[in-house]
């Protein structure tokens, strides 16, 4: 494992209960960082945080609701005076199912945590990060948010979304000590792979050159990186890791 440098940040990291944000968590704490878990699911967040030891903290948020991340904020900042970043990785996968056939709630849901809720965990960290004059945010998008993938429309746009709205928020904070990025996944396996029809996954699994799926390991390095002070001229950024299927 090669030596990240997180002595004395701390960072939030949305959906750190299970899967990508879990990772990500470890590989924080592993690089001498602290972190808050936020999570819906507050159970899990605080045996999440049991695993990860010394260093982590759990937060109950619904990311969907942004009067939960304005308190969310409230309840962190009264435990850590300052955070340094903050990792979007909540999300959800909806339905498996063409464009016309795609439940209107379930696009709403997908939509509403994906992007929403990723917008309102940004809206509220950024004048925090000002004020420090520094941060790293890194949002965590897909690569099917560039290739727009068939039977998956709902996650796909919310996706690309997440690219525009890094994109817009990196140039508009570009001339402070705030940095941020995304990266875009190919498939990598961890429980969203529950809300995913065999056959997709299958689909997925066909467009990666390397002919495996990425690890959660492999995404939290790149994102621990991200949320580094070594990362500091890029910004709005969109970072590959999809095993060569995606190389723009």
């Known amino acids: 494992m090669n030596q990240l440098d997180m002595a004395g940040r701390h960072a939030v990291i949305t959906g750190g209960a299970t899967g ?3 990772a990500i968590a470890q590989r924080v ?3 001498g960082g602290t972190v808050t878990v936020w999570d819906r699911d507050g159970a899990a967040a605080g045996k999440a945080c049991a695993k990860l030891g010394t260093g982590a903290s759990a937060v109950e948020v619904d990311v969907a609701k942004h009067a939960s991340v304005v308190d969310a904020v409230r309840q962190t900042l009264a435990r850590t005076p300052k955070v340094d970043a903050l990792v979007n990785s909540a999300g959800i996968a909806g339905p498996n199912a063409r464009t ?5 709630d379930a696009w709403a849901d997908v939509m509403q945590i994906n992007l929403n809720g990723l917008f309102y965990c940004c809206r509220e960290w950024a004048p925090h990060m000002r004020a420090n004059n520094y941060g790293r945010i890194v949002n965590i998008a897909s690569v099917a948010g560039k290739d727009g993938n068939p039977n998956a429309s709902g ?6 979304a997440v690219m525009a709205l890094t994109k817009s928020l990196g140039k508009e904070l570009a001339d402070t000590g705030v940095r941020v990025n995304c990266v875009t996944p190919a498939a990598v396996k961890t429980a969203i792979f529950d809300q995913i029809t065999p056959e997709h996954i299958a689909f997925m699994l066909s467009k990666i050159p390397m002919g495996r799926f990425g690890t959660p390991e492999e995404v939290a390095a790149m994102v621990t990186w991200l949320c580094t002070e070594d990362c500091s ?9 999809s095993g060569g299927r995606s190389t723009y």
């Not at 016309?100 to 209107?104: E, G, L």
């Not at 996650?155 to 690309?160: L, P």
Request: glycine letters at 8%; charged letters at 10%.
């Open 233 to 241: 001229f890029s910004t709005g950024a969109v970072f590959d890791l």
């Open 29 to 31: 704490l592993a690089s």
């Open 100 to 104: 016309w056939d795609y439940p209107v």
């Open 20 to 22: 990508l944000g879990f």
């Open 155 to 160: 996650y796909s746009a919310s996706k690309a």
